[in-house]
DNA sequence: ATAACTGATACTATATTGATATCAATTAAA
DNA sequence: TTTAATTGATATCAATATAGTATCAGTTAT
């Protein structure tokens, strides 16, 4: 059970990147670089983000894509359903038939509960408060277990 | 974002038709056309529960399957992990590279505590409790939302 | 003996996910 | 004004996961 796919998890390091240097356009193939990102997949997100009012885009030379909306207004969650669709229990079940069977019935009862305290942990993880996270776990010696390999949203400048 | 396939779905209901009608065998035929789930598919999931110990068959005539394990003792965490494999953040993002990216890993923290809050939900959830909710449920004179078009678990003797 | 069963396995179809390629249009800058 | 850098829009492809079907051998109650 996966449950960030490719798309969701480079649309997010995406967001973090732009949402780090606010005020200039940062170039699809910048942010695939850096972010190790397929860069054709990760246009096509991008476009996607543009669809839903998240980010903007500049075309042309020094062209590229930048903030519309703030960090904190974009809750992973958001971006969950965005590249994901909504969080359902088992596909079109509840559509086809209405309780036909309640053991169906019943077990969606508890399904639906725990979608809800789902949605509302992924709806508290904001872009915006990953970014702080991220600044402050950027100014320790050692963050994340192992050591630190290389840190492209730290070091390099794009 | 699918929380529950096909696969998990069918055996769920399968362990509660199963948990219902205990000390008796109860044919993979006889389950899959009350809980009309497809009679091969649902034949692959009862091995696939034996091999995980949840079930016992009878070979021949009037055979079939019986629980082995308490359905107290069955959490649908179980069943989503054998059916769906492991919760988990990203596929193998972890394995390949240790922290190779700083914002991989913050938004992992954040990821993993939400992991544990859901595999909690699910733990809580036992097939146990389902019967007894479904128990409950079946005592109503409607129980779920819309009209009850048809309640095979309640109404079909098998 | 035979019909009702499971064990085991191979196969097919469809959907989803991940990734690549192409070409037109736009724009900053040489 | 040409050119290189860049997005917009799409089409296509490959890999993987999900869902479902078919077959045959072996077991057992009747």
Redesign the pocket.
């Known amino acids: 059970?996966?449950v960030l796919?490719?798309?969701?998890d480079?649309a997010i390091r995406a967001l973090l990147m732009l949402g780090s240097k606010r005020g200039v356009?940062?170039?699809?193939?910048?942010i695939a670089t850096d972010q190790d990102?397929?860069?054709?997949?990760l246009?096509?997100l991008?476009?996607e983000m543009?669809r839903h009012e998240l980010i903007v885009?500049?075309?042309?030379?020094?062209?590229?894509?930048m903030m519309k909306k703030e960090p904190d207004e974009i809750p992973i969650a958001q971006l969950i359903e965005i590249f994901?669709?909504k969080v359902q229990v088992?596909?079109c079940m509840f559509r086809k038939q209405i309780c036909a069977n309640r053991s169906r019935c019943v077990l969606r009862h508890e399904i639906m509960r725990i979608e809800q305290v789902v949605n509302h942990e992924f709806d508290k993880i904001t872009i915006g408060k990953l970014i702080r996270d991220l600044d402050a776990a950027n100014g320790m010696t050692q963050g994340c277990g192992e050591k630190v390999v290389h840190n492209s949203l730290e070091s390099t400048a794009v």
Chains 1, 2 share one sequence.
């Open positions: 059970m996966k796919t490719k798309k969701t480079y356009y940062l170039s699809a193939k910048a990102i397929p860069y054709q997949f246009r096509g991008l476009q543009i885009s500049k075309e042309g030379a020094q062209g590229g894509f994901q669709g088992s596909e």
